[in-house]
C-alpha cells in the first residue's frame, strides 16, 4: 500500500508560482521503481492529465497546455515527487492531485495508476 500526501497548493495571482508537493509513504518509491503523475480536476471537468515522470526521473512528460511552465521532479530517497508550476494562468485553477502507478513507465491516463492523494487545491485569480 502506498499513501500520498499533497501540499503547497493555495491562491496566487495570475504569472505567479506555486511549488506543489508529494509525499509518498508506505513503500519505497525507490524498492518498487514506481513512475508518478500529477493530474488535476476543475470543477465540471474530467480529470485530466498534467505531467509523468519515470522511476527514475530521466524522462518527464507534459500536457501541452503546461509545457514550458510546470516542470515535475522527483527524488526516491525522499519519497517525493514536486510540480513546479511557473507562470500560472486562471485556467490552471483545480484540485491538483499526486499519482503512483507500479510500473516504471508512466501513463498520461488516469485508469493506468495504482494509487492516488486527496488532492491540493491550486488558485490562480486574474
Known amino acids: 500500500q502506498v499513501e500520498l500526501v499533497e501540499s503547497g497548493g493555495g491562491l496566487v495571482q495570475a504569472g505567479g508560482s506555486l511549488r506543489l508537493s508529494c509525499a509518498a509513504s508506505?513503500?519505497?518509491?525507490?524498492?518498487?521503481?514506481?513512475?508518478m503523475g500529477w493530474f488535476r480536476q476543475a470543477p465540471g471537468k474530467e480529470r485530466e492529465f498534467v505531467a509523468s515522470?519515470?522511476?527514475?526521473?530521466?524522462?518527464?512528460y507534459y500536457a501541452d497546455s503546461v509545457k514550458g511552465r510546470f516542470t515535475i521532479s522527483r527524488d526516491n530517497v525522499m519519497n517525493t515527487v514536486w510540480l513546479q508550476m511557473n507562470s500560472l494562468k486562471p485556467e490552471d485553477t483545480a484540485v491538483y492531485y499526486c499519482?503512483?502507478?507500479?510500473?516504471?513507465?508512466?501513463?498520461?491516463?488516469?485508469?493506468?495508476?495504482?494509487?492516488w492523494g486527496l488532492g491540493t487545491q491550486v488558485t490562480v485569480s486574474s
Open positions: 508506505g513503500r519505497s518509491l525507490n524498492n518498487y521503481a514506481m513512475s
Open positions: 499519482a503512483a502507478r507500479i510500473i516504471s513507465v508512466p501513463s498520461v491516463r488516469a485508469d493506468d495508476y495504482d494509487y
Open positions: 515522470i519515470t522511476w527514475s526521473g530521466a524522462t518527464t
